[in-house]
Structure formats: C-alpha cells, structure tokens
C-alpha cells in the first residue's frame, strides 16, 4: 500500500506490475476477493474473522484506519495485535 509518505519509486513500481499483469488475472482475483461470499464482502469477513483461533497480527496502513477501527471490534485473544 503506499501512503503520503511513500517514495516514488514505490507507487511507480505497483502501477507498472498491475500493467504487466493480464486482465484476465486481475478480473479473477478480484472476484475472488469481492465476489458474493467472498470475505472481501464485510458481512462475510465478519462473519469468519470472529472465528479465528490463532493469535493475529494485523498491521493497516495510515490510509486504512477506517479498517483498523473495524478490526479491533471483533473478538481477539490475548496475544492479538493490531497495529496501524
């Protein structure tokens, strides 16, 4: 992910592999991932992450708080991290 404080090079170096990349990969990956019944779908990522059972470290970007706040409302153990 790249945020304000990004280098250049980096968003430059992510642009350039999405435009390496075929369109019927990236058509298919992100089906996979939004899909119907996909946990890129809120209500079906809630629905599983409140099953984990093994610690997690979840680590968001300074662009993703908005996530982070949402992640550290599900149930977590004491191990549990949650970093932004």
């Known amino acids: 992910f790249n945020t304000a404080n990004s280098p250049d090079w980096q968003r430059f170096w992510h642009e350039r ?28 990522a809630f629905d599983y992450l409140t099953r984990r059972r093994c610690p997690v470290l979840a680590v968001y970007a300074e662009t993703a708080a908005a996530n982070c ?15 932004l």
């Open 17 to 44: 592999r999405l435009q390496g990349m075929p369109a019927s990969v990236l058509a298919r990956t992100f089906s996979a991932m939004y899909g119907p019944g996909t946990p890129g779908r809120r209500a079906v």
């Open 69 to 83: 706040a949402w992640e550290r409302t599900l149930p977590h153990g004491p191990q549990d991290r949650i970093v």
